[in-house]
């Protein structure tokens, strides 16, 4: 299959451990949050988002914490699954009077060891 | 729902060649993204539309790429003529006032 990225940060994490996955973000002014999982031939799925007046968000096995101070995002993937390998971006929208552009992190390679 | 549908999911060309790539989103979102994604790296955005009007495409390279979204509906990327440096993966996304961003599963472009 194809693959997304062959020069991506990576990260291996035992089938059932938890893992984190971060990103630091580029503009103060951005006010909203995404966390995308991309498989390999696959286009971007979405898994979590948060706003900006927002410090943790929880979903299914998954919360996204907001550190504005830092401006560094992070995504905890708990009792991770073999399906759960995947190259995870972090994407921001930046707010511009009607004209919000999101974009994407450089993205982090998760690779789960059964 | 069918989500976003992107075709065709594999084009190869010879440089030089027009080609097109096909977007339909999904059904009732007003907003409607390009982007282009390179080996190793995030999406970047190359035009947005909001209904049938282009508000952001600052990011096309309007010497040989156009698009279009007649009726606010599907949507057309066209790049003529290709190069080599646009060997890429181009996604397309759809949303509903900004949010609920959606990707299909995108084009990947070879060009030799």
């Known amino acids: 299959g194809e693959s997304v990225g062959l020069h991506l940060p990576t990260l291996s994490v035992q089938e059932g451990d938890n893992s984190i996955i971060n990103c630091a973000y580029s503009n103060s002014a951005s006010d909203y949050f995404i966390w995308y999982k991309q498989e390999s031939g696959k286009g971007p799925q979405f898994i979590i988002d948060?706003?900006?007046?927002?410090d943790k968000r929880q979903g299914q096995r998954v919360t996204v914490l907001l550190n504005k101070t830092v401006k560094h995002l992070s995504l905890q993937i708990a009792a991770t699954q073999p399906g759960d390998s995947a190259v995870y971006f972090c994407a921001e929208n930046i707010p511009n009077f009607g004209n919000e552009k999101l974009t994407f992190g450089t993205g982090t390679r998760l690779t789960i060891i059964p | 729902e069918a989500g976003v549908v992107q075709s065709p999911r594999y084009k190869i060309i010879e440089k030089k060649q027009p080609v097109a790539f096909w977007c339909n989103p999904i059904s009732g979102h007003n907003t409607l993204y390009w982007y282009r994604q390179n080996l190793g790296q995030g999406p970047e955005l190359l035009i947005r539309y909001e209904n049938e009007e282009a508000v952001d495409d600052s990011q096309l390279p309007k010497d040989r790429f156009s698009a279009e979204r007649l009726k606010g509906v599907d949507s057309t990327l066209k790049i003529q003529p290709a190069e080599l440096g646009d060997s890429a993966v181009y996604l397309c996304?759809?949303?509903?006032?900004?949010?609920?961003?959606?990707f299909g599963s995108g084009t990947r472009l070879t060009v030799v």
């Open positions: 996304a759809s949303s509903l006032q900004g949010f609920g961003y959606t």
């Open positions: 948060i706003r900006s007046n927002m």
